[in-house]
């Protein structure tokens, strides 16, 4: 009768504590081994917060059952119900399990004792990583025990989700984690078993899709890549069985996951997102996944592989495949019918879920997480090349980098999130209950009634949870549509949403944000170019949002949309140069970084509108070829009617093919299209080359422009223009004046007297031609560096500079010589003239002492008195600490004293006798290393400075905007001026050390 008076208040209790069968409750709340709970109100207030008390009742009566089946553990019952009535972490904790997942129950109840597990509450115990996820695995030394191990770490997983102490985010994180640790377990069982194999190979896995992405389910595949080398260095027989014991590995490593044991199974290890997928084999090397991707790939192989991270085994290997694989991700937009494809994927997506499931797919249909998901990767890779902080594998990370990028709006984004979360949370919530692989709303009502109460719907659940689900379903499906399918996208991969609709208000705003300083300014530009209805300002409005992105991705916004409009304004009216870059994919970029980062390619652009088509041609900024360059110049100057027009047609060629240089110089160091990113150095030989051979061919018009103006085909001297310097060194910049030499010989029946003047007079009209006004870059020629300076004659015959060479010339002079080459005129003289100063510029037995000191007064004498007044020593590339002239001067020493009896010293060129002089063990490899870091960086800072400001310069700029510049070129991400600095100093400082030991001998 005790029993029966106590249902109806208990029966209604239990109601109200949300019990879906209150006599069934009270039948277990009556069992004996939960007596001492029965009637605790904070015990019941407990089960009643939980997901679906009956299951929790149950599971807790199975869990104190089986702790009393074991006879040597008769006190575990009690401790585990006092525990539960005393601390009330671990009564939420498991209860709330209990409530959420009979697969976890079912494991408490065959293995008791892990409810241990929940009873800790660390603040440490509330974040663990992987470390401590392989602690708890480390004992598994079977698929068994592995099982238990891992079941027992999702305990406290699943209790941590159920009881929100963690969020959604850092629920898939930690089971992303525990998945890491899993396969590195199961690696380490495989290689157990089998030495020789794990031996033979270095073998690593990396992690796809939501592990590897850091934002995995409680059941899903676990999908990988696995990557194999050989662990010696043998050759193609190494190799192959390398791959067949990794193969081995692999395969075992899976089975010991995916098998299916009394302890149940883990998860499936999917490798089918490797090449050619199951028909694919199973491992391969690093280079056999990069020959794949870069031939073969299709573009959903690519947005798979933006999740790519190293999970388990050789982890310097898996880093080396994620590095290999990352550039070719980011390029992945620039694939012919990209966005298309992408589309087209998503929708063969849709069109497979059989028609019943539709409206209860969570994950794929629509409105579901994988239109999140491809929209987020979408946007990442459409966007990620040039924007490197979109490159997050975790679609929550990824949205709210675009957010913060202005790619998607604020509440958008906001919206995708909150739609993402619940979604991603339904999603978990139903697999935790069975911990089967679904993404399918359950049928019954009481499943139902179980998500909504776990989600916290606690009035009407299973309502609630279909209003809640709708909303966010349908906002999903509102924002895919509007950023998934903009159909400017398909157009141009890097469209920014909305552009061509926001207000003029929310225009400066954007256009404020993105960077640039007068928003106004930019408005009216884009009106300029944009407003009308002509095909010419339809195909603008396609083009700007995208170049807008890049202008605004440099140092100068606002000067990078004032070219584009100034040269649309000039090839308005070509029908060629809209469809330019329209139609070629890197045309439009290479002109927006070479409009937008600084004033001397977009002032030789404007003059030439025209050289625009050179940008869409693959070679079209490689430089061109020495013979070339004459060929077109002397050709253009013979056209030309008298010596005035010569020179203008030579100018014109140079004006053009300087461009060429600089865009190219420009496009190669931001990494775009069109030129593949360079070597510091190699970068920089190849400017000095290209500028060198264009001077020299414009030095060859003028030569020939004036020589006809009154000789006519012939002087009636020999006539030979010699560089010297950084013109004769092939190390020019773009500021660099031509010194030169200019040597002739009379020819047959000529006097001496009547060659030498017939020699001034055409290289003083060659002065004369080449300094008349002119809106080019003026190319100076300077011939102070001839005998006796200024003073001395401009231009002296070969035996004239063999009596003055034999007789007053001095050290300086033959170090001055180590640079001479010929560049123009007649090429038998100049050979001549290399023959004669050869013994001088590398003389027989090397220098002599008092040579040695009169070069290093010379030295100390320029650095006190040639640097400019209020100069900062450490930061003047030329004349400061550990410049140009430091590292030149101690160069030239070396050939000076070694030059006659090593060959390879005898190079007009900085960079090459450095490196004889190294492999001559003249100066030691570190030394030679720092040397020629500062010399290459100190060149290019010069090359910058020309290139940003428009005019030569040898200190960094003190306006911002040219300072950051400047150290965009040098390859410094914007707010990093100070960084570039620091390390140009670090850089010169470490050359000037050397310098002092190796010129000053200072030890």
């Given at each position: 009768m005790a029993q029966g008076g106590r249902r109806p208040t208990t029966y209604g209790r239990l109601l109200r504590h949300g019990f879906t069968d209150p006599a069934a409750a009270t039948r277990l709340l009556d069992?004996?081994?939960?007596?001492?709970?029965r009637d605790d109100a904070l015990f019941l207030n407990a089960l009643g917060a939980t997901a679906d008390p009956d299951l929790a009742l149950l599971g807790l009566l199975r869990l104190v059952e089986a702790l009393e089946a074991e006879a040597e553990a008769a006190e575990d019952p009690q401790v585990l119900l006092g525990t539960l009535l005393t601390a009330k972490p671990l009564r939420d904790r498991l209860l709330g399990v209990l409530g959420a997942s009979d697969a976890l129950a079912d494991h408490l109840a065959r293995h008791p004792h892990d409810w241990r597990a929940l009873a800790t509450y660390e603040s440490a115990d509330l974040h663990p990583g992987i470390e401590e996820f392989e602690a708890a695995l480390r004992q598994a030394d079977d698929r068994d025990t592995l099982r238990v191990a891992y079941r027992r770490a999702l305990l406290g997983?699943?209790?941590?989700?159920?009881?929100?102490?963690?969020?959604?985010?850092?629920?898939?994180?930690?089971?992303?984690?525990?998945?890491?640790?899993?396969?590195?377990?199961?690696?380490?069982?495989?290689?157990?078993?089998?030495?020789?194999?794990?031996?033979?190979?270095?073998?690593?896995?990396?992690?796809?899709?939501?592990?590897?992405?850091?934002?995995?389910?409680?059941?899903?595949?676990?999908?990988?890549?696995?990557?194999?080398?050989?662990?010696?260095?043998?050759?193609?027989?190494?190799?192959?069985?390398?791959?067949?014991?990794?193969?081995?590995?692999a395969a075992h490593m899976m089975r010991i996951c995916s098998d299916t044991t009394g302890e149940g199974t883990i998860w499936p290890v999917d490798a089918n997102l490797r090449p050619e997928g199951r028909n694919g084999p199973l491992v391969r090397t690093l280079s056999s996944h990069l020959a794949y991707y870069q031939r073969w790939a299709k573009t959903w192989e690519f947005q798979a592989l933006l999740k790519a991270r190293p999970m388990a085994g050789d982890a310097e290997l898996g880093y080396a495949y994620v590095d290999a694989v990352t550039p070719l991700v980011w390029q992945a937009a620039e694939r012919e019918n990209f966005v298309t494809d992408v589309q087209q994927m998503r929708r063969r997506v849709v069109a497979s879920i059989p028609a019943a499931q539709v409206e209860r797919e969570l994950k794929l249909g629509p409105g579901g997480l994988r239109d999140v998901e491809f929209a987020v990767q979408l946007l990442q890779l459409v966007h990620g090349r040039s924007d490197t902080t979109l490159r997050s594998p975790t679609t929550l990370d990824a949205l709210d980098a675009l957010a913060a990028g202005g790619y998607v709006g604020r509440q958008d984004a906001?919206?995708?999130?909150?739609?993402?979360?619940?979604?991603?949370?339904?999603?978990?919530?139903?697999?935790?209950?069975?911990?089967?692989?679904?993404?399918?709303?359950?049928?019954?009502?009481?499943?139902?009634?179980?998500?909504?109460?776990?989600?916290?719907?606690?009035?009407?659940?299973?309502?609630?949870?279909?209003?809640?689900?709708?909303?966010?379903?349908?906002?999903?499906?509102?924002?895919?549509?509007?950023?998934?399918?903009?159909?400017?996208?398909?157009?141009?991969?890097?469209?920014?949403?909305?552009?061509?609709?926001?207000?003029?208000?929310?225009?400066?705003?954007?256009?404020?944000?993105?960077?640039?300083?007068?928003?106004a300014s930019a408005l009216r530009h884009l009106e300029a170019l944009a407003s009308g209805v002509s095909r010419k300002a339809a195909i603008q409005r396609t083009l700007l949002p995208v170049l807008l992105g890049w202008f605004a991705d440099s140092a100068d916004p606002d000067a990078g949309l004032l070219g584009f409009r100034k040269v649309s304004d000039a090839l308005g009216k070509s029908p060629w140069y809209l469809r330019l870059l329209r139609d070629e994919g890197a045309a439009a970029e290479n002109l927006a970084r070479v409009l937008s980062a600084g004033r001397f390619a977009p002032d030789l652009l404007l003059r030439a509108p025209e050289a625009v088509a050179l940008l869409g041609d693959e070679n079209g900024l490689r430089p061109r070829s020495r013979d070339a360059l004459f060929q077109e110049t002397l050709s253009a100057v013979g056209r030309a009617e008298g010596a005035e027009a010569a020179v203008a047609a030579a100018r014109g060629v140079r004006r053009r093919e300087l461009f060429r240089t600089a865009a190219g110089d420009l496009i190669g160091a931001y990494g775009t299209e069109g030129v593949a990113q360079q070597e510091p150095g190699a970068a920089l030989d190849r400017v000095g080359n290209a500028l060198t051979d264009l001077n020299s061919a414009t030095l060859a018009g003028a030569l020939r422009a004036a020589v006809r103006a009154q000789w006519g085909?012939?002087?009636?001297?020999?006539?030979?223009?010699?560089?010297?310097?950084?013109?004769?060194?092939?190390?020019?910049?773009?500021?660099?004046?031509?010194?030169?030499?200019?040597?002739?010989?009379?020819?047959?029946?000529?006097?001496?007297h009547e060659a030498g003047k017939a020699a001034f007079a055409v290289a003083t009209e060659m002065r004369r031609l080449l300094q008349l006004p002119t809106t080019d870059p003026p190319l100076v020629?300077?011939?102070?560096?001839?005998?006796?300076?200024?003073?001395?004659?401009?231009?002296?015959?070969?035996?004239?500079?063999?009596?003055?060479?034999?007789?007053?010339?001095?050290v300086w002079e033959s170090q001055a010589l180590l640079r001479a080459e010929f560049v123009a005129g007649d090429a038998g003289l100049g050979e001549r003239f290399m023959e004669l100063i050869d013994p001088l510029r590398y003389p027989a037995g090397g220098l002599g002492d008092d040579s040695v000191r009169e070069i290093r007064r010379l030295k100390a004498r320029m650095e006190s008195e040639r640097l400019p007044r209020g100069a900062d020593p450490t930061t003047h590339a030329k004349l400061g600490r550990g410049g140009l002239t430091d590292v030149e001067w101690t160069v030239q020493l070396t050939q000076l004293?070694?030059?006659?009896?090593?060959?390879?010293?005898?190079?007009?060129?900085?960079?090459?006798?450095?490196?004889?002089?190294?492999?001559a063990e003249l100066i030691g490899g570190d030394d030679a290393d720092v040397l020629d870091e500062a010399w290459v960086l100190a060149?290019?800072?010069?090359?910058?400075?020309?290139?940003?400001?428009g005019r030569p310069g040898d200190t960094f700029p003190s306006e911002s905007r040219e300072l950051a510049a400047v150290g965009r070129y040098l390859g410094y991400d914007p707010g990093h001026v100070g960084e570039m600095l620091d390390d140009y100093r670090r850089v010169t400082r470490r050359a000037r050390a050397v310098v002092d030991r190796l010129f000053y001998d200072t030890e």
């Amino acid at each position: 009768m005790a029993q029966g008076g106590r249902r109806p208040t208990t029966y209604g209790r239990l109601l109200r504590h949300g019990f879906t069968d209150p006599a069934a409750a009270t039948r277990l709340l009556d069992s004996p081994p939960l007596a001492s709970v029965r009637d605790d109100a904070l015990f019941l207030n407990a089960l009643g917060a939980t997901a679906d008390p009956d299951l929790a009742l149950l599971g807790l009566l199975r869990l104190v059952e089986a702790l009393e089946a074991e006879a040597e553990a008769a006190e575990d019952p009690q401790v585990l119900l006092g525990t539960l009535l005393t601390a009330k972490p671990l009564r939420d904790r498991l209860l709330g399990v209990l409530g959420a997942s009979d697969a976890l129950a079912d494991h408490l109840a065959r293995h008791p004792h892990d409810w241990r597990a929940l009873a800790t509450y660390e603040s440490a115990d509330l974040h663990p990583g992987i470390e401590e996820f392989e602690a708890a695995l480390r004992q598994a030394d079977d698929r068994d025990t592995l099982r238990v191990a891992y079941r027992r770490a999702l305990l406290g997983i699943a209790a941590r989700d159920v009881c929100g102490t963690n969020d959604l985010a850092h629920t898939a994180a930690q089971l992303a984690d525990l998945a890491t640790a899993t396969l590195r377990r199961a690696l380490a069982q495989a290689r157990q078993a089998a030495p020789e194999d794990a031996a033979a190979c270095r073998l690593a896995v990396v992690g796809m899709g939501k592990a590897g992405g850091n934002e995995l389910n409680y059941v899903s595949d676990v999908d990988v890549i696995f990557v194999a080398e050989p662990s010696g260095t043998g050759g193609p027989q190494d190799e192959a069985e390398a791959l067949r014991a990794a193969t081995r590995v692999a395969a075992h490593m899976m089975r010991i996951c995916s098998d299916t044991t009394g302890e149940g199974t883990i998860w499936p290890v999917d490798a089918n997102l490797r090449p050619e997928g199951r028909n694919g084999p199973l491992v391969r090397t690093l280079s056999s996944h990069l020959a794949y991707y870069q031939r073969w790939a299709k573009t959903w192989e690519f947005q798979a592989l933006l999740k790519a991270r190293p999970m388990a085994g050789d982890a310097e290997l898996g880093y080396a495949y994620v590095d290999a694989v990352t550039p070719l991700v980011w390029q992945a937009a620039e694939r012919e019918n990209f966005v298309t494809d992408v589309q087209q994927m998503r929708r063969r997506v849709v069109a497979s879920i059989p028609a019943a499931q539709v409206e209860r797919e969570l994950k794929l249909g629509p409105g579901g997480l994988r239109d999140v998901e491809f929209a987020v990767q979408l946007l990442q890779l459409v966007h990620g090349r040039s924007d490197t902080t979109l490159r997050s594998p975790t679609t929550l990370d990824a949205l709210d980098a675009l957010a913060a990028g202005g790619y998607v709006g604020r509440q958008d984004a906001a919206a995708l999130d909150a739609a993402y979360r619940f979604l991603r949370t339904m999603e978990h919530r139903i697999q935790l209950y069975q911990l089967r692989r679904t993404h399918l709303m359950p049928d019954s009502e009481a499943d139902q009634r179980r998500l909504g109460r776990s989600l916290g719907y606690r009035s009407e659940p299973v309502t609630e949870l279909h209003k809640a689900w709708r909303r966010h379903a349908s906002a999903v499906r509102r924002l895919h549509e509007k950023l998934f399918y903009r159909p400017l996208l398909d157009a141009v991969a890097q469209l920014e949403p909305g552009e061509e609709r926001l207000s003029a208000r929310a225009a400066r705003q954007r256009l404020e944000a993105l960077g640039y300083a007068d928003p106004a300014s930019a408005l009216r530009h884009l009106e300029a170019l944009a407003s009308g209805v002509s095909r010419k300002a339809a195909i603008q409005r396609t083009l700007l949002p995208v170049l807008l992105g890049w202008f605004a991705d440099s140092a100068d916004p606002d000067a990078g949309l004032l070219g584009f409009r100034k040269v649309s304004d000039a090839l308005g009216k070509s029908p060629w140069y809209l469809r330019l870059l329209r139609d070629e994919g890197a045309a439009a970029e290479n002109l927006a970084r070479v409009l937008s980062a600084g004033r001397f390619a977009p002032d030789l652009l404007l003059r030439a509108p025209e050289a625009v088509a050179l940008l869409g041609d693959e070679n079209g900024l490689r430089p061109r070829s020495r013979d070339a360059l004459f060929q077109e110049t002397l050709s253009a100057v013979g056209r030309a009617e008298g010596a005035e027009a010569a020179v203008a047609a030579a100018r014109g060629v140079r004006r053009r093919e300087l461009f060429r240089t600089a865009a190219g110089d420009l496009i190669g160091a931001y990494g775009t299209e069109g030129v593949a990113q360079q070597e510091p150095g190699a970068a920089l030989d190849r400017v000095g080359n290209a500028l060198t051979d264009l001077n020299s061919a414009t030095l060859a018009g003028a030569l020939r422009a004036a020589v006809r103006a009154q000789w006519g085909d012939e002087l009636p001297a020999r006539f030979a223009v010699i560089g010297v310097g950084r013109f004769g060194g092939h190390e020019m910049g773009y500021g660099s004046d031509a010194d030169v030499l200019f040597v002739h010989e009379p020819r047959e029946g000529v006097s001496e007297h009547e060659a030498g003047k017939a020699a001034f007079a055409v290289a003083t009209e060659m002065r004369r031609l080449l300094q008349l006004p002119t809106t080019d870059p003026p190319l100076v020629m300077d011939a102070d560096l001839r005998p006796e300076g200024k003073s001395g004659a401009l231009a002296r015959s070969l035996s004239s500079y063999a009596a003055y060479y034999g007789r007053w010339s001095v050290v300086w002079e033959s170090q001055a010589l180590l640079r001479a080459e010929f560049v123009a005129g007649d090429a038998g003289l100049g050979e001549r003239f290399m023959e004669l100063i050869d013994p001088l510029r590398y003389p027989a037995g090397g220098l002599g002492d008092d040579s040695v000191r009169e070069i290093r007064r010379l030295k100390a004498r320029m650095e006190s008195e040639r640097l400019p007044r209020g100069a900062d020593p450490t930061t003047h590339a030329k004349l400061g600490r550990g410049g140009l002239t430091d590292v030149e001067w101690t160069v030239q020493l070396t050939q000076l004293r070694h030059g006659h009896e090593l060959p390879r010293l005898r190079t007009t060129r900085t960079r090459e006798a450095l490196a004889a002089a190294r492999e001559a063990e003249l100066i030691g490899g570190d030394d030679a290393d720092v040397l020629d870091e500062a010399w290459v960086l100190a060149s290019r800072v010069r090359n910058a400075v020309m290139l940003v400001r428009g005019r030569p310069g040898d200190t960094f700029p003190s306006e911002s905007r040219e300072l950051a510049a400047v150290g965009r070129y040098l390859g410094y991400d914007p707010g990093h001026v100070g960084e570039m600095l620091d390390d140009y100093r670090r850089v010169t400082r470490r050359a000037r050390a050397v310098v002092d030991r190796l010129f000053y001998d200072t030890e």
